[in-house]
């Protein structure tokens, strides 16, 4: 049985119904243009367009993940970051956050200064070998997804035993790890784009399923990726209407969050999509 709770900062918040969480990026190098945001306005605006469109999360970034992205220094994130958190405090303390970092000693600032509610560590503590125990501390959620290799490096490392069972076997040492830590809120992300060819990323979607033996909240975060443009010979700011799609796919193969540029739409193939599932 999944697990279908969060606990947010002592409340618990119900997964029965899949959430959106809606992506705002402090950087100026992000895959996709038309989510960077870096003045006050333009991340006050898409804070706004996140909640008002049906996002339940906001997931904060300021560092590009992407393929070949530029290092920024733990200096620069965090700079990035305090920006962008100051204005959602000042304006909505109540949203729930997370922010995106592989870096302990910024995720836990994140945590203790600014009241972020969760961690999204595209790493899974491989690159900060200070990240798991930070988390322990903590005692946030923990969003934990598969990747091998760097940002920088990651497409290099795309060739597997079996591509599902060696990440089942990535997140199974991990989870045991964390939860003789005191870990309890562990959300798995099997890392679409990340150390994958496009042919195995929709192998791994056909698959999602395989994911339920650990018993945790599953994230799917396939907005705008190469998976879409790239097999459809399009560009990422031409690939919302893929998106919708292999959103609805990741849906009934038992999605529990959806991390999205789109909110709008995201949110309507939710609904949509629980409308499919409780009709008899």
Do not use: W
């Amino acid at each position: 049985m999944r697990q279908k709770t969060i606990n947010i900062k002592g409340t618990l918040v119900s997964i029965e119904s899949p959430l959106v969480m809606g992506i705002l990026n402090i950087t100026p190098d992000s895959f996709y243009a038309g989510s960077r945001k870096q003045t006050e306005a333009d991340i006050t605006k898409r804070i706004e367009t996140i909640l008002q469109e049906g996002g339940q999360i906001i997931d904060i970034g300021g560092y590009s993940s992407r393929p070949d992205a530029d290092n920024v220094s733990p200096e620069e994130e965090t700079a990035r970051l305090a920006f962008a958190l100051k204005i959602l405090n000042r304006h909505y303390p109540d949203a729930i956050v997370s922010v995106d970092t592989f870096r302990a000693d910024v995720a836990r600032r994140c945590v203790e200064e600014y009241g972020v509610a969760i961690i999204n560590d595209i790493a899974g503590g491989e690159l900060d070998s200070g990240m798991f125990q930070t988390v322990a501390a903590l005692q946030v959620p923990y969003i934990m997804m598969h990747m091998r290799g760097t940002p920088q490096t990651m497409q290099q490392f795309t060739v597997y035993n079996d591509l599902i069972a060696d990440i089942r076997k990535y997140f199974s040492d991990k989870v045991y790890r964390l939860e003789q830590m005191g870990v309890n809120d562990i959300i798995l992300d099997p890392g679409f784009g990340f150390s994958k060819t496009v042919e195995q990323n929709y192998q791994l979607m056909h698959h999602l399923n395989d994911f339920d033996i650990f018993g945790f909240p599953l994230l799917v975060g396939i907005s705008r990726k190469a998976m879409i443009y790239k097999y459809l010979d399009t560009t990422p700011s031409e690939s919302l209407n893929g998106t919708s799609i292999l959103n609805t796919l990741a849906l009934l193969n038992g999605a529990d969050i959806l991390r999205v540029h789109d909110v709008k739409e995201a949110a309507e193939v939710v609904k949509i999509v629980s409308k499919y599932n409780n009709t008899l």
